[in-house]
C-alpha cells in the first residue's frame, strides 16, 4: 500500500509565519490531516485542535456511558459513581460476578450475572484479578461505588486532599469576589493553550472559584497576590512524608516474594497520588475516569467552530464548521508504484507511462518501491466542496532544506559541505497554469450508484486529453511525447486529477515529501459576508462557503459577485526512496 | 484518483442488492443472516448464521448494513452465555459503513455506524462499539468491552487511546463508499 499523504499546515495564530521544514521529525505538529482542521469564515482562517480554545460541554462515563451532571462531577472526584471499576493489574474494565460464578465453555467467566449468591466481587475477565483475593467483596451487586466509599474516605490520599481543602477555603471564600471579575477578563485573552489544559483549567476555574484559568501571559499576576498570599497560615500535612511507605518494610516484602509478579509494575502504580505499597496484592480497583464532551471557539474572534449535542453518544453536532466544507478536498497516488495490477492494466492497454518502470528490478509486483535515478508519475486530485466552482494555481516550494538531511556528511571528494552546491536529492514537476473545479452538486452524489465506469475513463484520458487540453499542458521530457504525465489528466463532476512528475537523483536517499502552496480562487456572492454570518449557522457539514443568493441579492443588486482567494501550504509526502540493491536492504521502504 | 482493487470475476456472486461474496466465504446459515447491501464478504471469511438461539421458527442471527467490508479470514460469531443455567447464542448487529480488517475475530453485540476495525483484532463477547469509533490492527477487546462514540482504542486489552475528529462520520462514510465503488471485476482477457 502507498505511504503517500497530504496534510495542511495551520499557521496557528501567526498568519505570516512560513511552514516549518516539512521533513523534520518536530514539525508533524504543525500539519494535520483536512478531517482535523476547522475553518473561521469570520477570520478567513484555517483552525487546527491545537490553537482553538476548547470548553467543556458535558461529561460522561466511557463505560456505563450515563451522563454526569456538572454538579456532582466535583463531588464524584471525575470518577463515575455506578458499577464501572478498571481493573487495577491490566486497566480494562471489571464485571461483577457472584461467589461460584457459572463458568463457560471455555473457562471464562462471560457475563454481568446479578443473580447468585453473595458476597459479590469485581473480577477480570482479561487477567482474572479479582477483588476478593485484595479482600474486597460486595453484599449486593448494585451501588458498587457507594459500597466502596469507605475504603475511599478513610484512603491518605483522600484525607490528605480533604484536609487541604479545608486550610484553603477561607481563602478562597474570601478572594472570590474579586477573583470573578478578572476570570472574565482571562477568558477573553485565554488564547494559548492547548485543550487538555483549556478544560482542565476552565473546569477548575469554575469550580473553585479563586483560581484563576491558566494563561502564559498572565504570570505577573503573581506579583499583585502575593501580599494576599503571605496573610494565609502555613499548612501542615497530616503526616510526614518522610514516614509513609518506609524503606523496611518493602524489603521486608521483597524478602517474602517468590515471583516477580507479586511486585505491582510501575504502570500500575502509576496513577496513585500517594506512596502506596509495592505489592500486587494491594492494588484497588479504581472508578473509571470520566470523558466529557468539547465545545470548540475560534481562538481569535471566539466564534463557535463546534459544538456537540448533548447526548452524550450522538455523533452529530449543532454546530460543526470543518475545513473539509472550504477548503478542496485532496488525494494522492502513484498510480503505477501503489498498485501493481493497475500497472498490468494500463500495460495491457499499451499506455506504457514511460518505459522505465517496468524493467525496474527492485520493484517486484508484490513490492514497489521508488528508486535513485528514476521518475516517476503521480496523480494529485481537488475536489470540490462549494456550490461555486473554484480555481487553483499551485506553487511547489523549492526550499533549500533537503540538503540538510538527505545528503550525506562528506561527499566522495571529501570537500566541505557546501550545501548550494549540492544537487537536489529529487525534483518535482507540477503544471503552474491555473485550472478549474467544477462546483459540487448534489446530483454527483448519486455516482457511486451506477458503478465502476469512471475507472477505466481515468486511464483512456492520459491518452485522449493530449487532444484537447495540450495547449496548457506538456509532455514529460525525454519521453517521446508518447504519453502525457503532467497536467490536467481529467475532470469528473466536481474533482480535477493533475499529474505532476518527481525526478529521483541518482544518489538521493530519505522520504521524499515538498510544500506546496495551494492558491484558490471563488466567487463570493454577499457584500460582506462578515456581517451575515449569524454566530450559530447550521453546522451540519454541508458546504456552506456560499452563502443564500436570495437573501444577499438584494443589498448586493447593484455590485459585482466579489472574487476572494485563499492560499494554504500543504505538505505532500510520496513515500520513501528505496536504496538501491547492492547497497543494502530495500528494507527501509517502510 | 480512484485506484481500483480488482477481483476475478467468478470469484465473487453480486446479489441484486450489490452485496459481493466472495466463493471462498463459507457463510453458515444464510437464511438467518442480513446483509444491508454494497456489502462485501472477503475471501476465507467465515460468518456463522448458523449460531442461533435455540427454538425453532425464523430468526436473525447477524445483521450487516450497507457498505461493510468484512476482511479475509474474518471470523464473525454470534456471542454466547449461559442464563439462568440455559446456554444461549444472541444475535449481532453491526451498522452501516463499518470495515473489519483481515484475520479478526468479532464476537460483539452490537457494533454502531461508520466503525473501522483493524486487522487481527479480537472482539469479545457482548462487547459493544459505538458510533464512529476506531478498533486499531491487532487490539484485544475482552468481553462486555463498551467503546464510546468516536473513540480510538488500542491495545491487549484494548484501552482507550484518544478521540477522533468531529468530521469522522463523513470521512468513514466516503470511504467506505469509494471502497466499494473501487472494488471491481478484473476485465475478461
Ligand atoms: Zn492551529
Ligand atoms: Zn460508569
Ligand atoms: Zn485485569
Ligand atoms: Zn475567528
Redesign the pocket.
Known amino acids: 500500500m502507498s505511504a503517500a499523504s497530504l496534510k495542511i499546515y495551520?499557521?496557528?495564530?501567526n498568519p505570516n509565519s512560513l511552514p516549518p521544514p516539512p521533513n523534520l521529525p518536530s514539525s508533524s505538529y504543525?500539519y494535520?490531516e483536512i478531517h482535523d482542521?476547522y475553518f473561521c469564515e469570520e477570520c478567513d482562517s484555517?483552525?487546527?485542535?491545537?490553537?482553538?480554545s476548547v470548553e467543556v460541554s458535558g461529561y460522561y462515563c466511557p463505560n456505563c456511558l450515563f451522563e454526569v451532571p456538572s454538579a456532582s462531577v466535583r463531588g464524584e472526584k471525575n470518577r463515575c459513581a455506578r458499577n464501572c471499576f478498571l481493573c487495577p493489574s491490566c486497566k480494562n474494565t471489571l464485571i461483577v460476578v457472584p461467589s461460584d460464578p457459572p463458568e463457560s465453555a471455555d473457562g471464562r467467566i462471560s457475563s454481568i450475572n446479578t443473580l447468585g449468591d453473595p458476597p459479590f466481587f469485581l473480577y477480570c475477565s482479561h487477567c482474572r484479578w479479582d477483588s476478593a483475593e485484595v479482600g474486597i467483596t460486595f453484599e449486593k451487586p448494585t451501588s458498587l461505588a457507594n459500597q466502596l466509599q469507605k475504603y475511599e474516605d478513610s484512603a491518605p490520599d483522600n484525607l490528605e486532599f480533604e484536609r487541604l481543602k479545608e486550610h484553603f477555603e477561607p481563602f478562597i471564600r474570601a478572594s472570590s469576589a474579586s477573583s470573578s471579575v478578572t476570570h472574565h477578563l482571562h477568558t477573553a485573552q485565554h488564547i494559548h493553550s492547548n485543550p487538555i489544559t483549556a478544560a482542565a483549567s476552565d473546569a477548575l476555574s469554575r469550580d473553585v472559584p479563586g483560581v484563576s484559568k491558566y494563561n502564559p501571559l498572565s504570570r505577573s499576576r503573581v506579583g499583585r497576590d502575593k501580599a494576599n498570599r503571605d496573610e494565609m497560615p502555613e499548612y501542615r500535612s497530616r503526616m510526614d512524608v518522610s514516614l509513609t511507605g518506609s524503606d523496611s518494610a518493602n524489603v521486608e516484602n521483597l524478602l517474602r516474594i517468590e515471583s516477580p509478579e507479586e511486585i505491582a509494575t510501575l504502570e500500575q502504580r502509576w496513577i496513585n497520588s500517594w506512596t502506596s505499597s509495592v505489592l500486587t496484592n494491594d492494588l484497588k480497583p479504581l472508578r473509571i475516569p470520566l470523558h466529557s464532551k468539547k465545545s470548540k471557539r475560534c481562538?481569535t474572534c471566539r466564534h463557535i467552530l463546534i459544538k456537540p449535542e448533548q447526548k452524550p453518544q450522538s455523533v452529530r453536532f449543532k454546530i460543526k464548521i470543518s475545513a473539509t466544507s472550504y477548503l478542496p478536498l485532496m488525494g494522492i497516488s502513484l498510480p503505477f508504484l501503489n498498485n501493481p495490477t493497475t500497472a498490468a492494466y494500463t500495460a495491457k492497454r499499451s499506455i506504457r507511462p514511460g518505459a522505465m518502470w517496468e524493467e525496474d528490478k527492485n520493484s517486484t509486483p508484490n513490492n514497489p518501491v521508488m528508486v535513485g535515478g528514476r521518475t516517476y508519475p503521480f496523480v494529485l486530485s481537488f475536489t470540490n466542496p462549494m456550490y461555486d466552482p473554484i480555481q487553483i494555481r499551485l506553487n511547489v516550494l523549492r526550499s533549500p532544506l533537503p540538503t540538510i538531511t538527505t545528503t550525506a556528511p562528506t561527499d566522495e571528494l571529501g570537500t566541505a559541505p557546501q550545501p548550494e552546491k549540492r544537487r537536489p536529492p529529487f525534483a518535482i514537476t507540477l503544471p503552474t497554469f491555473t485550472f478549474s473545479v467544477a462546483a459540487f452538486a448534489e446530483a454527483w452524489e448519486y455516482d457511486d450508484e451506477d458503478g465502476d465506469g469512471m475507472i477505466e475513463d481515468e486511464y483512456a484520458d492520459l491518452v485522449d486529453d493530449r487532444r484537447h487540453a495540450s495547449a496548457s499542458s506538456r509532455t514529460a521530457p525525454g519521453r517521446g511525447g508518447k504519453t502525457k504525465t503532467v497536467g490536467v489528466l481529467e475532470k469528473k463532476a466536481n474533482t480535477t486529477y493533475i499529474g505532476g512528475e518527481v525526478v529521483i537523483g541518482k544518489e538521493a536517499k530519505g522520504d521524499i515529501k515538498f510544500l506546496m502552496m495551494v492558491t484558490f480562487t471563488y466567487r463570493n456572492d454577499t457584500v460582506d459576508d462578515m456581517d451575515i454570518g449569524e454566530e450559530d449557522g447550521d453546522g451540519d457539514g454541508s458546504p456552506v462557503r456560499t452563502t443564500n443568493p436570495q437573501s444577499s441579492s438584494l443589498a448586493n443588486a447593484n455590485k459585482q459577485p466579489e472574487i476572494r482567494t485563499f492560499s494554504y501550504y500543504v505538505v505532500v509526502d510520496l513515500g520513501k526512496i528505496a536504496q538501491k540493491s547492492g547497497e543494502g536492504s530495500v528494507d527501509e521502504r517502510r | 484518483m480512484q485506484q481500483p482493487i480488482y477481483y476475478s470475476r467468478n470469484e465473487y456472486i453480486e446479489t441484486d442488492t450489490g452485496n459481493k461474496v466472495s466463493r471462498k466465504a463459507i457463510i453458515a446459515g444464510p437464511q438467518n443472516i442480513i446483509l444491508g447491501g454494497k456489502t462485501i464478504i472477503s475471501n476465507g471469511a467465515i460468518i456463522r448464521g448458523d449460531l442461533r438461539r435455540t427454538g425453532s421458527g425464523h430468526t436473525v442471527v447477524i445483521s450487516l448494513g450497507r457498505y461493510c467490508l468484512i476482511g479475509e479470514g474474518c471470523i464473525m460469531r454470534p456471542p454466547y452465555k449461559t442464563y439462568r443455567g440455559n446456554f444461549n447464542y444472541y444475535p449481532m448487529k453491526v451498522g452501516d459503513h463499518v470495515h473489519i480488517g483481515a484475520g479478526t475475530v468479532v464476537e460483539a453485540a452490537t457494533i454502531g455506524n461508520n466503525v473501522e476495525i483493524g486487522k487481527n483484532c479480537v472482539i469479545g463477547k457482548f462487547c459493544i462499539i459505538k458510533d464512529c469509533a476506531k478498533i486499531e490492527d491487532n487490539t484485544i477487546l475482552p468481553p462486555n468491552t463498551v467503546v464510546p462514540a468516536l473513540a480510538i482504542f488500542r491495545g491487549s486489552p484494548g484501552r482507550f487511546v484518544e478521540e477522533l475528529s468531529e468530521s469522522t462520520p463523513e470521512r468513514v462514510e466516503a470511504m467506505t463508499k469509494q471502497y466499494y465503488n473501487r472494488f471491481v471485476p478484473m476485465q475478461d482477457q
Open positions: 495551520c499557521p496557528c495564530l504543525s494535520h482542521l484555517i483552525r487546527c485542535n491545537r490553537c482553538v481562538p
